[in-house]
């Protein structure tokens, strides 16, 4: 059995569910500790993933942040990001593009950083009529060569998924540069 250590960022604007998705994926059993000078979350998590043991080191901003170099040191040495946007609030899809630079810019572990976008709050479709298509999604993940998922942090649908295809794409990006 592998083990790897994954840090990883959540990305994308405020109330689109990044905490959500982590806390659902988590469960009770994590622990946090609060960076105040960085306004980030820290947790970790150990999981197995295809036989492999998988500790995730997963970063979550807690506002905008001010200052570029608190940017800085928030992405120093992440291995991947997941880039949540809230299906029902259009806006927040196009905003994916900045928060995917922001990250690419800031983190040089990769030449390429793996990236997961992920359309949340799907059980919000029913309700609201004019939520993002699905198409939408997967086109804005091509054109960034990112992977895409849609999730539920409510219902908990596709979070496992979503984490485990970050998973994958960190552990290809190793192999290809071993
Ligand atoms: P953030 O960390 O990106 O800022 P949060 O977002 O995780 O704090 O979530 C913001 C709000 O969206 C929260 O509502 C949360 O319960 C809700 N939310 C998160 N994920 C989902 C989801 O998948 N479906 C639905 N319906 N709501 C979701 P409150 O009311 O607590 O502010
Ligand atoms: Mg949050």
Redesign the pocket.
């Known amino acids: 059995m592998a083990k790897f250590i994954f840090k990883i960022v959540l990305i994308?604007d405020?109330?689109?569910?990044?905490?959500?998705i982590r806390r659902r994926y988590m469960g009770e059993g994590f622990r946090t500790d609060f960076l105040a000078t960085m306004g980030a979350d820290f947790a970790y998590l150990k999981t197995n993933i295809d036989g492999n043991e998988i500790e995730w080191q997963i970063w979550d901003l807690a506002g905008q942040p001010a200052f570029r170099n608190v940017m800085k040191a928030y992405f120093k040495g992440t291995m991947g990001a997941l880039a949540?946007y809230d299906v029902s609030q259009p806006d927040t899809l196009e905003n994916i593009d900045s928060w995917t630079q922001e990250a690419q810019f800031h983190a040089n572990t990769f030449s390429e950083l793996p990236i997961v976008i992920v359309g949340?709050?799907i059980?919000?479709r029913e309700e609201i009529p004019n939520c993002t298509k699905t198409i939408n999604g997967f086109v804005k993940a091509k054109s960034l060569n990112a992977e895409f998922i849609e999730?539920?942090?409510?219902t908990g649908e596709n979070i496992e998924d979503a984490f485990a295809k970050l998973a994958h794409q960190i552990m290809k990006k190793t192999n290809e540069l071993i």
């Not at 405020?14 to 959500?20: H, L, Q």
């Not at 999730?151 to 409510?154: M, Y």
């Open positions: 994308g405020g109330a689109v569910g990044k905490t959500s949540v949340n709050k059980d919000l999730t539920s942090a409510k």
